[in-house]
């Protein structure tokens, strides 16, 4: 089945710790996002890539990093400069409309 | 304030009633609209895609555009309690980015 998978599904990040979220599609679409959801604010984008090898900052990217290496993967990786990491994290293919993955829910320990 | 405005809720209504979730918003170019419907702790699943002004009718769903007032909605006929989720909705001027709204709670009681 064509779809988007994210993993870990639940993953815990301790003190100083960089974490990389994992967001793959076999969809063959070329635009690849990632958006932060908090309670009662709705989706917050941080970062998009229309093609691979390039991506550009959403509007809360400080304290993440991703690659486009591959038209089908697109990871994330929340530093240790992200001093509020607990949230939801999803990933999500195709321009419009957009198609999403199950998410990650990041907590600290 | 923001963009795309969107009532939290919770929105609780008995079995079998028509349910009318609501998004207002500010910037007179958007052109594509889009709801989302998300469980809990699953990733959102699209429901309904509009091009500018007009209606779209899928099963029990209905989603409406009026450009003039800046307002969308959803319509939800012969409400089940399957149908209790968050309701997202988001648009687009034509550019890789969508604005969302912050999510409806819709609560459909037995």
């Known amino acids: 089945d064509g779809g988007i998978t994210q993993s870990p599904k639940y993953l815990f990040r301790k003190e100083g710790q960089n974490v990389t979220l994992s967001c793959e599609q076999n969809?063959?679409?070329?635009?690849m996002y990632w958006y932060r959801q908090d309670p009662g604010q709705g989706l917050r984008l941080i970062y998009y890539s229309q093609i691979v090898n390039d991506f550009q900052k959403g509007d809360i990217a400080e304290g993440y990093s991703v690659s486009r290496e591959k038209k089908e993967s697109f990871p994330l990786t929340v530093t240790s400069a992200q001093k509020n990491p607990t949230a939801f994290y999803l990933c999500?293919?195709?321009?419009?409309?957009?198609?999403f993955g199950d998410g990650t829910r990041l907590s600290i320990l | 304030q923001k963009e795309v405005e969107q009532d939290p809720g919770p929105l609780s209504v008995p079995e079998g009633a028509i349910v009318s979730l609501n998004c207002t918003y500010s910037n007179s170019a958007f052109q594509y609209f889009m709801w989302y419907r998300q469980y809990s702790r699953k990733g959102p699943e699209l429901l309904m895609y509009?091009?500018s002004s007009g209606n779209k009718e899928d099963g029990r769903f209905t989603a409406q555009v009026d450009k003039s007032s800046k307002y969308i909605s959803l319509f939800i006929r012969d409400s089940q309690p399957s149908d209790s989720a968050t309701y997202l909705c988001a648009m687009s001027e034509g550019n890789y980015q969508l604005i969302w709204g912050a999510g409806t709670k819709l609560i459909i009681k037995p």
């Open positions: 969809l063959n679409h070329d635009a």
């Open positions: 509009t091009y």
């Open positions: 999500a293919s195709n321009f419009r409309p957009q198609h």
